[in-house]
């Protein structure tokens, strides 16, 4: 969520900033609310300066034995208009609070211009795509009745569901482990395990409500629950209403769950295989640090995104998402995406971002900066590390051998007990 005080003093710069994404900020919608607001405040405090006055005309007039039935009248009158101002400014309110969530974040300087994913900068490239002697498969035909059922997902659930069976299952799970192992034990991560069920007052602190309603799967009842969509939204739903102490800070966390994702608006894109589910894991990194620390505090975070792709052996690019692509609640984005022998290219496995206060603005996560004994918000970031789906489709393929079987990389042997899978 955007300062509502930095709307009002800088609302030129706030506009052209979001321009940058392709968002046209409506000022003309923005001016009107405002303006009311001003009015009716204005207004009330007139009115309530008037009934104060009125008050101490009636307690002197009781004092002294006077008539004070005409002065009660005047603040009976009063009291009905504050009370009826008040009602219509909590109106205002509420619809100017509506408006602010609906504006995006604004982006950092450095983020590169661009109107979509075409335009992303490349910032390193690391490993070089493997040269098979062979014709390599794709991951569905490689793992095809030995471990990737998509047709048994189908019948369980619906189209885009999966089904992992023997090794392949065997390899999602030491993936999982392994990540979580590496973060906790290698990058000083807090291994945290949460709900996978959200309510939409955590949605709303994360961005992903109101804007992104029709991407959920939500619960039907009276309680409006939610699927998550990503391990994002309860671990930094932790922070909520929250004011930590400078001493806990940086505070770093890492969770496995499933993601649930309806995946609104993406049909016939990445709709073969499991490249893109309704379902799917993740290992989520997420950092909250104080204002000062959330650019370098992006930095390692991706970095120890990237540090799992290299233990691998994957190869993989970094690239800075230009501005027309970059996600709502974001400042600044690196997507890290590893080589598809199949596609011929690099695809998304992490997303990092910086999100800066934008989240704990609508979440109310603070801490108390003991230099100057104030309450200040959190900056939030995060990222995957990894997403398992796609983890599981790159070993598979960059991995694969002319006889169909899978080499396991080195550093997962010691969890699945084999150095090869499929043979």
């Known amino acids: 969520m955007l300062d509502p005080k930095k709307l009002r003093k800088e609302t030129s710069e706030v506009a052209l900033n979001l321009s940058r994404r392709g968002f046209n900020f409506d000022q003309n919608t923005w001016n009107d609310l405002e303006s009311e607001r001003k009015e009716l405040q ?200 929250e004011i930590l102490e400078s001493e806990t800070l940086p505070l770093k966390y890492v969770c496995h769950t499933p993601c649930f994702r309806s995946e609104a608006g993406s049909y016939g894109k990445d709709t073969r295989g499991i490249m893109r589910l309704h379902q799917f894991e993740k ?49 600044k984005t690196y997507d890290l995406e590893v080589w598809v022998p199949s596609q011929e290219a690099y695809r998304e496995i992490s997303s990092c971002s910086n999100f800066r206060d934008f989240q704990a603005r609508r979440m109310k996560a603070r801490w108390k900066n003991p230099s100057n004994n104030k309450i200040e918000l959190l900056n939030t970031i995060n990222g995957s590390g990894l997403a398992l789906s796609r983890t599981v489709l790159a070993i598979l393929e960059n991995y694969q051998e002319s006889d169909g079987s899978v080499a396991i990389p080195d550093v997962l042997r010691s969890y699945m007990g084999k150095d090869r899978i499929l043979s």
Do not use: W
Request: aromatic share 6%; proline share 3%.
């Open 42 to 241: 204005g207004s009330n405090e007139e009115q309530q300066s008037k009934l104060n006055d009125i008050s101490k005309e009636i307690g002197l007039a009781v004092k002294e034995g006077k008539d004070s039935t005409q002065l009660k009248e005047q603040a009976s009158e009063l009291t009905a208009l504050i009370k009826t101002q008040s009602k219509t400014l909590d109106d205002l309110l509420e619809d100017i609070n509506q408006f602010v969530l609906s504006l995006p974040n604004l982006i950092d300087e450095d983020v590169p211009d661009g109107k979509n994913e075409d335009e992303n900068l490349e910032i390193i490239s690391v490993g070089s795509p493997r040269q098979f002697n062979f014709s390599p498969k794709d991951h569905l035909e490689i793992g095809d009745n030995r471990g990737i059922d998509m047709e048994a997902g189908v019948k369980i659930t619906g189209s885009r569901f999966k089904v992992l069976k023997n090794e392949i299952a065997h390899l999602q799970r030491a993936l999982l482990n392994f990540m979580l192992d590496t973060h906790v034990k290698d990058h000083g991560y807090e291994e945290v395990y949460v709900p996978y069920i959200v309510n939409k007052e955590s949605l709303i602190g994360t961005g992903q409500l109101p804007k992104f309603e029709e991407d959920l799967f939500k619960i039907d009842g009276e309680n409006n629950f939610y699927l998550t969509s990503t391990a994002e939204v309860p671990v930094t739903n932790l922070l909520r209403d």
């Open 283 to 331: 290992v989520e990194l997420v950092q909250a640090v104080e204002s000062s620390d959330s650019e370098e505090a992006l930095e390692e975070l991706t970095g120890h995104a990237e540090a799992i792709l290299q233990k691998l052996e994957l190869p993989y690019r970094k690239v800075s998402l230009c501005s027309g692509d970059i996600g709502f609640s974001a400042a």
